[in-house]
């Protein structure tokens, strides 16, 4: 289950690649050098693939939790969590 906590730290990783992507426009806009916006711009990455690895390991604590209560393995739910995994790698590449 998500707590607020969690969703706080969520929300804040997500305001801070937003800052990050601001800073990216304004070095765009000022011509820095390219290595410096290629530097940023894998930091933004980055961080978003931070908040993506968060959120998937949320989700699969969740659907193994659920199948835990039912006191054996639910295969269903490690298929469910994987295929979760497997879009957000997909996109990522």
């Keep these: ?3 607020k906590t ?3 730290k969520v929300l804040n990783r997500l305001r801070r690649v937003e800052g990050q992507v601001r800073g990216l426009q ?5 011509d820095k050098r390219c290595e410096d ?3 940023q ?3 933004t990455r980055a961080a978003l693939d931070r ?3 968060f959120l998937i390991t949320h989700r699969m604590k969740e659907c193994l939790k659920h199948s835990s209560d039912e006191m054996e393995l639910d295969e269903t739910a490690v298929e469910e969590a994987f295929e979760v995994f497997m879009k957000y790698v ?3 590449r």
């Excluded at 304004?26 to 000022?30: A, D, L, T």
């Design 1 to 3: 289950m998500v707590t």
């Design 6 to 8: 969690d969703i706080e």
């Design 26 to 30: 304004r070095m765009i806009s000022e």
């Design 37 to 39: 916006v290629l530097t």
């Design 41 to 43: 711009l894998a930091a």
């Design 51 to 53: 908040v993506g690895v």
């Design 90 to 92: 997909h996109h990522v």
